[in-house]
């Protein structure tokens, strides 16, 4: 940490466990401490006028987008690209308070504290947050990033159709978040996110701080397998067309295979509709979706495959057809080395126990990493729980994620390249 330029000075724990809990409030599910924001709804507009209106209490320059990701700076001792931290304030349908908030509201921490110790950085710093990261109503997951980095272009994204029939566009109208600001957007210094873990190593390890040196690579893919509709009595099983059964046996499959490509890979069958979904009906149709997860990308493809032959093999013999449409796919993204070395050398000079490691979920920071050296912050989650109003992480671990934000952050800032 010798490299920050003012290593004494450390956040206030009170003020963001406040804000983090003010924000939670908005959407916030009955008799937990968990909160649902889907992308674009009102419960997000509300809790973007609030983190907005925390902005400008900061006196900090507010931009907006085309997608609506915001971006409040701090001004610096001299112009140019800024330092930025930040993540997402949209949550999914059974989301947490941390989750993607803890990395913006950390973000308006830094700047306060500078602020109330007279500290003005070298560089400027910003704090953003992206639209849809969780792609929970609009997929892709961490679109407002991709956008913002200009891997989707603009118009693509306004036209996508989010779960319950609405078009991004329209719905960042009628919220007032369609912004003017250009994108792609302002290429930064370099961009650090702050996030708790969403898994138990840190926990199980006793570590506080992980200093994130890669992120998993994302497949997202959703099958339609169509089958013929029948009476559930009277069907015999020989001459039954039944995609249910297709469907059962991919989830079977996915979890399988990834048992036996070990390592990191991870599969997800998450989500399932039946049509007509009836108890004594056979189904016409079943729709589901697969997540697949690796941080190799050479193993991630092999997944890939042996599911779709899997699935052909299924329809086949069941005598159903499918169609498949990719929601996401994202290659595995490595860090900036240094920006890691940094964030763990900043942690170790705080007095925090510091362990590198990847990320097995996705984040804006693996968008920022197209174009900006790039690195991430972890927190401890309790019992590794997240996408669960369930998930939590202690004062104290907040305040260590924080205060190693702040000063990576400051080192940064002082940085010549």
């Not at 947490?96 to 500078?114: I, K, Q, T």
């Not at 993204?333 to 942690?347: Q, R």
Request: glycine share 10%; hydrophobic share 40%.
């Amino acid at each position: 940490m010798d490299s920050s330029p003012h290593p004494a000075l450390r956040i206030d724990i009170s003020r963001l466990s406040s804000r983090l809990a003010e924000l939670a409030a908005i959407g916030a599910i009955d008799g937990t401490e968990g909160c649902a924001r889907l992308a674009l709804t009102e419960e997000d507009k509300a809790g973007r006028d609030l983190v907005v209106a925390w902005m400008r209490d900061l006196d900090l320059a507010i931009t907006i987008d085309g997608i609506g990701n915001v971006v409040g700076v701090m001004a610096g001792e001299i112009d140019g690209p800024p330092v930025m931290c930040g993540s997402h304030i949209d949550t999914v349908r059974t989301g947490g308070r941390y989750d993607g908030n803890l990395g913006v509201l950390a973000g308006l921490e830094v700047v306060e504290s500078l602020r109330a110790a007279g500290v003005t950085p070298h560089r400027p710093l910003a704090v953003a947050f992206f639209t849809d990261e969780e792609g929970a109503r609009f997929p892709p997951d961490m679109l407002g990033s991709l956008v913002y980095v200009g891997g989707m272009p603009l118009e693509e994204a306004l036209d996508i159709e989010g779960i319950d029939g609405a078009i991004l566009g329209s719905e960042l109208e009628r919220i007032g978040y369609a912004g003017v600001a250009p994108l792609p957007g302002l290429v930064p210094h370099a961009f650090v996110e702050l996030h708790v873990e969403q898994g138990p190593v840190l926990e199980v390890e006793g570590i506080t701080v992980g200093a994130v040196e890669s992120v998993q690579g994302i497949s997202w893919t959703e099958v339609e397998v169509t089958g013929q509709s029948n009476h559930a009595g009277t069907t015999p099983m020989s001459m039954r067309r039944d995609p249910g059964v297709v469907a059962a046996a991919c989830m079977q499959f996915a979890r399988e295979l990834a048992l036996e490509l070990g390592g990191t890979q991870v599969s997800t069958v998450g989500r399932v509709n039946l049509h007509p979904n009836l108890v004594n009906v056979v189904p016409a149709s079943a729709t589901f979706t697969v997540d697949l997860r690796n941080t190799d990308e050479q193993l991630l493809q092999e997944a890939e495959r042996r599911f779709h032959e899997f699935l052909a093999a299924a329809a086949v013999a069941e005598n159903c057809t499918v169609e498949t449409k990719t929601l996401a796919r994202f290659e595995p993204v490595v860090f900036d080395p240094s920006v890691v070395d940094l964030v763990e050398s900043t942690a170790a000079g705080l007095g925090y126990s510091v362990k590198r490691m990847p990320s097995g979920a996705g984040h804006d920071a693996q968008m920022m990493a197209r174009v900006c050296p790039t690195a991430m912050v972890f927190t401890p989650s309790r019992d590794g729980i997240s996408h669960n109003p369930a998930e939590y992480t202690s004062p104290e671990d907040l305040e260590a994620g924080a205060n190693v934000l702040l000063h990576t952050m400051l080192s940064l800032s002082q940085s010549a390249t």
